[in-house]
T-cell receptor, first 112, second 113 residues
């Protein structure tokens, strides 16, 4: 089965940098995803990592270490609109359906 | 660009009633996933379809059933509704099973009273 852990809540200041960690244990691994979700809205895709290393996309970067079962999402130049939940999700290579298994999410509060 | 469409957006039902949720994937997308998200919880996979065939099944109660039609839209049928079924129901679509990105619809908020 899969076990995905993220911090429940984090607080950061506008303009700062914040790192949201995610650790996972899966029987198989076929990619790690980060989604942003505002309350009551649909998750929106942020990033995808399947190989070790850093993927950068604008203010957001995501890192993966498969040997450590570890990923982080880095948000730079925080804006108030970045206040949201950030969901880490993994895909199991044994799953022919490629469904996503989500962690509980990290609620990020950005303060002025 | 066209996105995933879900209807209705909000639904209020009483216990033991039935409900049907509809999902219209992005044009040309042939894969649909259904997720259930309870209050303060992460999305939980229910069921998926690829090319009109069920491709996987998760923690979906026997009271629920779903199918994907010839135009690739999907419907989630829920019977004998319980209070615990109150949740956000998301549909996501992708182009093929191997495509890494799943695009989520806006969700249907189901409230069972």
């Amino acid at each position: 089965g899969q076990n995905i852990d993220q911090p429940t809540e984090m607080t950061a200041t506008e303009g700062a940098i914040v790192q949201i960690n995610c650790t996972y244990q899966t029987s198989g691994f076929n990619g790690l995803f980060w989604y942003q979700q505002h309350a009551g809205e649909a998750p929106t895709f942020l990033s995808y990592n399947v190989l070790d290393g850093l993927e950068e996309k604008g203010r957001f970067s995501s890192f993966l270490s498969r040997s450590k079962g570890y990923s982080y999402l880095l948000l730079k130049e925080l804006q108030m609109k970045d206040s949201a939940s950030y969901l880490c999700a993994v895909r199991d290579e044994r799953d022919s359906s490629y469904k996503l298994i989500f962690g509980s999410g990290t609620r990020l509060l950005v303060r002025p | 660009a066209a996105g995933v469409i879900q209807s209705p957006r909000h639904l209020i039902k009483e216990k033991r009633e039935t409900a049907t949720l509809k999902c219209y994937p992005i044009p040309r997308h042939d894969t649909v996933y259904w997720y259930q998200q309870g209050p303060g919880q992460d999305p939980q996979f229910l069921i998926s379809f690829y090319e009109k065939m069920q491709s996987d099944k998760g923690s979906i109660p026997d009271r629920f059933s779903a199918q994907q039609f010839s135009d690739y839209h999907s419907e989630l049928n829920m019977s004998s509704l319980e209070l615990g079924d109150s949740a956000l129901y998301f549909c996501a679509s992708s182009l093929g099973l191997g495509n890494y990105e799943q695009y989520f619809g806006p969700g249907t908020r189901l409230t069972v009273t």
